[in-house]
């Protein structure tokens, strides 16, 4: 196990990584700079990634503008759509066989609509498709990336794994969602403490996760973290 910082590219021409998506929007779905910035890392490193999401209704629709809940219904799929520039399906159908590798953005999307953590916490069940697709993922030896919020996931369907939402410090600005560390000890997970610019490698389990959004920090800052993340999956795949 170890922590990695950003280093240089490595080409990975015939890697193919399914990346997926919560919805469009840090409130409700998968939040947008993170989504980006792992399908950017992987373009640069020549990694051929497809989107993927759940093809069912949000948890609720939050005004970004407000932060308050809207009275309406929008999809899972059709709004993860929005990043995915119209390029995605329906996760009931990534046959993992084909992928060498699986992703999962941050955002409240992650833990309202890929999971129930934002309203049970510890005692959070995951959705069926994506406990289904994470559980052959990880049988098959593939590795697992992680970002922001999303690593809770990880932590309640992969026994005794090492994951890092950041810092387990809670009470303080920069880390407003520390206490995120807690609830995955609660679930028999290991929580590591990392710096927004670093990545946990849990190489038995072949997990990797980083902090992103769960620290307030400048978003060059939130980009290099997850560019580490993203090489160090595309390593574990080779």
């Avoid at 950003?6 to 997926?20: E, F, G, I, P, Y």
């Avoid at 920069?174 to 807690?182: D, I, N, S, V």
């Avoid at 997970?189 to 620290?215: G, L």
Wanted: aromatic fraction near 4%.
């Amino acid at each position: 196990m170890y922590v990695a910082r950003l280093s240089s590219s490595v080409r990975t021409m015939s890697t193919k990584v399914a990346v997926v998506l919560s919805g469009c929007g840090v409130y409700d779905g998968a939040e947008v700079h993170e989504s980006s910035a792992v399908l950017t890392h992987l373009s640069r490193h020549g990694a051929q990634a497809a989107c993927f999401a759940p093809d069912k209704d949000q948890m609720h629709v939050v005004d970004h503008t407000a932060g308050s809940e809207m009275a309406e219904t929008r999809n899972v799929l059709k709004e993860s759509a929005r990043i995915a520039r119209g390029k995605i399906s329906d996760l009931a159908e990534l046959p993992a066989e084909d992928f060498d590798a699986l992703i999962l953005p941050g955002g409240f999307g992650a833990a309202k609509n890929l999971s129930t953590f934002a309203t049970q916490g510890a005692d959070m069940s995951v959705d069926p498709t994506v406990s289904e697709k994470i559980k052959a993922f990880h049988a098959a030896g593939k590795p697992i990336g992680l970002c922001c919020i999303a690593p809770v996931i990880a932590a309640k369907l992969i026994p005794g794994v090492e994951v890092t939402v950041g810092s387990d410090v809670e009470g303080t600005e920069t880390w407003p969602y520390a206490g995120t560390a807690g609830a995955i000890a609660a679930m028999g997970a290991k929580h590591v403490v990392t710096d927004v610019s670093q990545a946990h490698v849990d190489s038995s389990n072949k997990v990797v996760t980083t902090a992103a959004y769960m620290c307030e920090t400048d978003v060059h800052k939130i980009h290099d973290g997850i560019g580490v993340m993203v090489s160090e999956v595309l390593k574990l795949a080779k």
